[in-house]
């Protein structure tokens, strides 16, 4: 193919594809790429790629990954501002090629539900290394980790991200993977300690994520400074027989005396895709407690009075629920019940308030 694009070029110098600045290579099967780095594929990558999307094949279908060599060119990955990898090889590969990413920008890293990240040893001199010195990434502003395993969140303790503003965890929908509360001290060794970019970090999004009750709180607590906050598909596992906890009670503390405000910052919310049997009718009361947990108001006065809001405004601009659907769901009538519209003109109300100064 690229022989055939050379023809093509009515420049000798610079062919068509030299002038390529995006793209992606995916590849299948067994691995016929060369040992020898002169002879590597990865050496007719376009000089001029800023944006690089790499899927290599599954380990499954390898006879043996740890000691495969990826002889992606230094200059080449120096140059990337978008690098996108899918790899769940047992080799040291992805910190091997991550070192070299100085401008990255954006990254993506699908683990492609690895199962045991054996790729990350602790007693392993090199991983040693990196834990040590940090694979300091000094322009990198997005970092997503897809189909991650709870081990898969070890590359965490590599990174370094001085000037990171979001992070995005997607995690496998596995039943088994409930985090517990090393996950909140995880993240807060990487952005805080480790990182040192709690001045940049604003965005937080967890996809698929199951924890024990209270695991949340925790990492919110440890990240002041996020204001985007997204859960797609949240679950929360009750500590309490018979009792589901409702995922915005891990959103604000249980003690409204208690001065030090879960999330002081938070200007977006986006709470998708919860399950309807676990959140529907509870929810109504903890959006009422979530809210004045924000921004209290004083409601001794005479219903048909308006509410008086007591401190300054919230920083809260948008709150959005949905709910997976269900074909009980789908076809239910509630959003015409009486009780209903008076709940939710109730909450439009204090959500038209929420921002305005009493």
Partial sequence: MVNALDTLSPNPILGPW????????TFVGEWEDSFDPAQSAFGRIPPNVTSLQLHLPEYNYMRETRDIPLHLPHSILERLTSFSISCDWDGNQLPMVLQHCVNVEDLKINFKNDTSCT??????????????????????RTLCLQKARPWALNILR??????????ALEFSQNEDDIYDHSFPKTLREFITERSG???????????????EEGVLKSAMRALPSITHLTLNYPKIHSSTRNWAPVILSELYASNF????????????????????MMHFSPSIYDVSYFLDSRRKFDKTKNW???????????????????FQETRRYSEHKL????????????FALFLVNLAIPA
């Fill in 18 to 25: 030299d002038t390529i600045h995006s793209l992606t290579l």
């Fill in 119 to 140: 790729w990350y040893d602790s007693d392993d001199d090199s991983t040693q290394e990196y834990i040590e010195s940090g694979l300091v990434l000094p322009k990198l």
């Fill in 158 to 167: 590599l990174l370094k991200t001085p000037i990171l503003t979001s992070l």
């Fill in 197 to 211: 970019c709690e001045g940049t970090f604003r965005r937080l999004h967890l996809d698929s994520f199951e924890c």
């Fill in 257 to 276: 005396h208690d001065p030090s405000r879960l999330l002081p910052n938070l200007e977006s919310l986006q709470l998708l895709n919860l399950d309807p």
């Fill in 304 to 322: 048909a009075d308006e509410d008086v809001f007591i401190g300054p405004p919230d920083t809260l601009k948008e709150l959005v629920m949905t």
């Fill in 335 to 346: 959003d015409l019940a009486p009780a209903f519209m008076s709940t939710y003109k109730a």
